[in-house]
């Protein structure tokens, strides 16, 4: 079978179609123009037909066709509200005081229960706060001044909820314009490097001026230039208004000198036509130059010169003085490495002999030997009996009282003490102590001796040692008479010597 609509106030409405499996027809919601709204249509009716595909010669008389009337009931259900604008644009002065309201929203609930609404601002689209609405009527008023010059459109979104079902909102976009008010001055549209030749005529025009303001006036821009008050008194410069928003300075003077004043400051006022009327003094600053025939700059004051490229003079001195102490810390760092370079002390090789020198006296020379006269420091009696004698030398005293004979224990000659580093064979070695005077006498009284201190060390044990002397010098007792048990008394360190000389002696017999 086929069904079709063929009348009814749902015909755009609706579509109807043929189930295969049933042959039913199946009403569906088509795509209407409009949705469907109960609060506008709560119901629709459509006259439908139906008829066979194939037709049966059996049913002619009764026909093939059939129509029957169908009545579509909309349901209500419950939806946010609605705004009466999908947007909205306002408009305030930018000087408008806080709490102005600004304009205002409406919105309402289709459903047939007509909720309450209350409004309230995203704030996501106001961070800033500028703006509030009235949770009653919509109202959009100001919570702070605004500047059009900062920002000359805000864009909010305002938030309408049922006061029944907080879920039910809706949102409408909001769009404030800031309408301009003449409260900026104009000023200079750019910084002016003005500079006026030192041979020059009256009345020549040495620089254009124009100006800029933040300010935006329906009509356009109008601005009036003028001398200040205070520099129309003997002002070496004039200005004149061209008319199309820009003026001319103007020379007074056929010749200006740069050695008397290099430098002019010229004060301009510049007023805008709107209302009120705003104006600004602008400073305009002149430096007098040396020019060629043709006007062309050749050379300026100092100020001038320094904001040329390249290095100023400051720069080159700077450069200069870290040359100069780069240099004289490299002089002196020559200079302190020269120093540390100084003779040794035994320039020959074959002079080596213990030496101690002082450097802590300041003395007279070679021949002041004074100085040095240690001995006599340390034995003041013996002082008298060194100047009786011109073949002494006066460093070193001669006596024996520096030596003290020790007490020496008979101890055998293998002993391994090192020998006096001297020859004993024209000597009576049965003493060293006496050896030892001996030759400290002939070295005091030999004329021939170096005027310098010496210091001469001899294999002489001296006394007080715990062992005594080991030394087998001037010992008249032969080895065997020796009794070596008293070595096992001096310590654990003398008992195995003690023990290799009883073995020893044990052998022998």
């Known amino acids: 079978m086929f069904f079709t609509i063929v009348s009814g106030d749902g015909m755009d409405m609706f579509d109807i179609a043929t189930d ?23 119901s629709y009716t459509v006259e439908i037909q139906v008829q066979n595909t194939q037709v049966d010669p059996r049913f002619m008389s009764a026909g093939s066709k059939d129509m029957a009337t169908v009545r579509i009931g909309v349901e209500d259900v419950d939806e946010p509200p609605l705004f009466y604008k999908a947007s909205y644009l306002m408009e305030v002065k930018e000087d408008a005081a806080v709490g102005v309201a600004v304009g ?38 100001l919570l702070r001044t605004l500047d059009r010059e900062e920002s000359a459109w805000h864009n909010i979104s305002v938030t309408a909820t049922e006061f029944n079902n907080p879920r039910q909102s809706s949102h409408v976009p909001v769009y404030i314009r800031l309408l301009d008010i003449n409260d900026n001055a104009p000023t200079f549209a750019t910084i002016y490097e003005t500079f006026v030749c030192e041979r020059t005529k009256a ?3 040495i620089q254009t001026v124009s100006a800029v303001d933040a300010d935006e006036p329906s009509t356009g821009h109008k601005f009036f230039f003028s001398l200040a008050p205070e520099g129309t008194h003997h002002s070496n410069f004039t200005v004149r208004d061209n008319g199309d928003n820009t003026a001319g300075i103007l ?25 009120p009327m705003q104006s600004s003094t602008g400073t305009l600053t002149v430096r007098v130059c040396t020019c060629d025939r043709e006007g062309n700059m050749e050379l300026c004051n100092a100020e001038a010169l320094s904001s040329s490229p390249g290095l100023s003079t400051g720069a080159l001195i700077a450069i200069l003085l870290c040359a100069i102490i780069l240099l004289m810390i490299v002089v002196l760092f020559t200079a302190l490495k020269r120093q540390r370079k100084q003779e040794p002390l035994i320039i020959s090789k074959e002079d080596v002999r213990d030496n101690v020198v002082s450097y802590n006296d300041e003395g007279g020379g070679e021949e002041d030997t004074q100085a040095f006269d240690i001995g006599a420091l340390r034995h003041p009696d013996a002082a008298a009996a060194l100047e009786e004698s011109a073949k002494q030398r006066r460093d070193i005293i001669p006596t024996d009282t520096l030596l003290y004979p020790p007490h020496r ?20 070695n049965g003493d060293v102590c006496e050896f030892i005077n001996q030759r400290v006498l002939e070295n005091d009284c030999n004329p021939t001796a170096p005027p310098y201190d010496s210091l001469a060390t001899y294999a002489y044990e001296g006394a007080g040692s715990v062992a005594e002397s080991l030394s087998s010098l001037g ?35």
């Not at 020379?251 to 209302?275: E, K, N």
């Open 20 to 42: 295969k499996d049933t042959q039913d027809g199946v009403i569906s919601v088509g795509k209407p123009l409009q949705p469907l709204d109960f609060e506008k249509k709560p």
């Open 409 to 428: 224990r008979p101890t055998p000659a293998t002993s391994g003490l090192i020998m006096p580093p001297v020859s004993m064979a024209s000597r009576d």
């Open 251 to 275: 020379t007074r003077r056929a010749s200006y000198s740069r050695l008397h004043q290099s430098v002019y400051l010229v004060p301009v006022v510049i007023t805008d036509g709107d209302y």
């Open 104 to 141: 205002s929203v409406s919105a309402m609930d289709p459903d047939g229960a007509r909720s309450m609404v209350k409004y309230s601002i995203d704030r996501r689209t106001d961070m800033d706060r500028l703006f509030n609405v009235h949770p009653g009527n919509g109202s959009v008023f």
């Open 203 to 205: 009345g020549q025009r």
């Open 475 to 509: 010992s008249a007792s032969s080895e065997g008479e020796q009794d070596y048990h008293y070595l096992s008394d001096w310590g654990p360190r003398f008992r195995k010597l003690a023990d290799l000389y009883v073995a020893d002696d044990s052998d022998f017999s």
